[in-house]
T-cell receptor, first 111, second 117 residues
């Protein structure tokens, strides 16, 4: 079983739609959780960290469910510019600060 | 702030040659940098953790003699792909943690696209 798993998609949605991605992790000792956005042939860019209480940044909402070991990302009112691959990343609860990435979920927002 | 650069941004080399990739933190100091590799349509795979002033820590399955890492200063880590082969063609990305930052934030470089002919 992979340490971090995501549905690869692609998710093909119209502008204005709400779309949600899930990401599951296998190590219960995981400590920190992140969503990154990666555009084609570019480096990943941090979208948001994910906290137990959930957090929101504009149209983006992230949630963490430790009991079920998954994190989610909700995008409301999708824009064409949201088209990208969304990667979840997990940091284990050790001193290494290593991030383990999921395989990414591709989002296509169509006009 | 928190900018990480990589050089070169792309490189094409012949099979059997060695290629050095530089990762620099431009406006902060980083005791720890990370090297990732990403094949097309796949996720980032951590190769190794580069520690300033000490040996790198390699992930399982990554050959330390093939991927030489040097982290000689708080702002520079280098990855040398020795005796490169076509299967080493990939997108190599580094990231760095700010020495002063107590959070988990990693800042990524723009990546280096390596093509081995």
């Amino acid at each position: 079983r992979k340490e971090v798993e995501q549905d690869p998609g692609p998710f093909n949605v119209p502008e204005g739609a709400t779309v949600a991605f899930n990401c599951t992790y296998s190590n219960s000792a995981s400590q920190s959780f992140f969503w990154y956005r990666q555009d084609c042939r570019k480096e990943p860019k941090l979208l948001m960290s994910v906290y137990s209480s959930g957090n929101e940044d504009g149209r983006f909402t992230a949630q963490l469910n430790r009991a079920s070991q998954y994190i989610s990302l909700l995008i409301r009112d999708s824009k064409l510019s949201d088209s990208a691959t969304y990667l979840c990343a997990v940091r284990l609860g050790d001193s290494s600060y290593k991030l383990i990435f999921g395989s990414g979920t591709r989002l296509l927002v169509r006009p | 702030g928190a900018v990480v650069s990589q050089h070169p941004s792309w490189v094409i080399c012949k099979s059997g040659t060695s290629v050095k990739i530089e990762c620099r933190s431009l406006d902060f100091q980083a005791t720890t940098m990370f090297w990732y590799r990403q094949f097309p349509k796949q996720s980032l795979m951590l190769m190794a953790t580069s520690n300033e002033g000490s040996k790198a820590t390699y992930e399982q399955g990554v050959e330390k003699d093939k991927f030489l890492i040097n982290h000689a200063s708080l702002t520079l880590s280098t990855l040398t792909v020795t005796s490169a082969h076509p299967e080493d063609s990939s997108f190599y990305i580094c990231s760095a943690r700010d020495l002063r930052d107590s959070t988990d934030t990693q800042y990524f470089g723009p990546g280096t696209r390596l093509t081995v002919l």
